[in-house]
């Protein structure tokens, strides 16, 4: 019989305990579930996000690496720059997006379409997201900031070039930035600027044969 009452008083804190928590209990775990399916639906939708613009970027890299002794043609550069631009529309978020915007530079240019490859460029920069841009992507930023120095020279607006150049903390790009600004200083009519730039390249470890036919050229003027 004690057994039989302590059974029963049991029962009735069980009952109590419910009347008193059950419903809270209830909406905890609906609460719970909604934000677990949420996720996974979420996971799911980003997972799908991702490969859409793997697929989309896997497309440009066929583009760009035709057949051995074929070169790509006018229609292949013209595919870069549509989905370059479905990429930025569509996963603008995507690292995808960024390297098909260098391809999309890099077509622009080769038809002589250098606002199209400054758009391009200056779209990377402008869309630099916070924790997107790790360490790794230092190299993305400068190899950008490089190409677009160059277009906006190639542009005529060598003032421009300049000032971008000359905001930029270069870190292992030196001797890239250091030949463009020399090159900049070239189309400013400033040839000595000019040498000490190309110098300051050879310095930081360029030995290109462009850079040092610039440097013969320069001495052959003087």
Do not use: C
């Not at 074929?70 to 529309?89: C, K, M, P, W, Y």
């Not at 997006?97 to 920069?125: H, P």
């Not at 607006?157 to 000359?166: Q, S």
């Not at 000490?196 to 930081?204: E, F, G, L, R």
């Amino acid at each position: 019989m004690a057994i039989q009452a302590a059974e029963e008083e049991s029962i009735e804190a069980l009952k109590k305990w419910w009347d008193e928590n059950g419903k809270q209990l209830l909406v905890l775990v609906i609460v719970v579930f909604a934000a677990y399916t949420s996720w996974l639906l979420w996971q799911n939708s980003t997972n799908a996000t991702i490969e859409a613009a793997s697929d989309l970027y896997e497309e440009i890299l066929t583009l760009e690496s035709p057949a051995s002794g074929s070169t790509a043609s006018a229609e292949d550069g013209a595919r870069v720059l549509e989905i370059s631009l479905q990429l930025r529309s569509e996963h603008p978020n995507s690292i995808y997006a960024s390297y098909a915007a260098l391809f999309s530079a890099k077509a622009s240019v080769s038809v002589d379409d250098l606002e199209g490859a400054e758009n391009a460029l200056q779209w990377i920069l402008d869309n630099q997201q916070d924790g997107f841009f790790s360490e790794a992507d230092e190299g993305l930023i400068l190899t950008t900031s490089l190409r677009l120095g160059r277009v906006i020279l190639g542009r005529g607006d060598a003032e421009r070039a300049l000032a971008l150049v000359n905001n930029i903390d270069p870190k292992s790009f030196e001797a890239g930035f250091a030949e463009l600004r020399g090159d900049i200083y070239i189309a400013m009519g400033r040839a000595v600027d000019a040498r000490d730039a190309y110098i300051a390249a050879q310095q930081a470890g360029s030995s290109s044969q462009g850079l040092r036919m610039k440097l013969d050229d320069l001495s052959s003027e003087s």
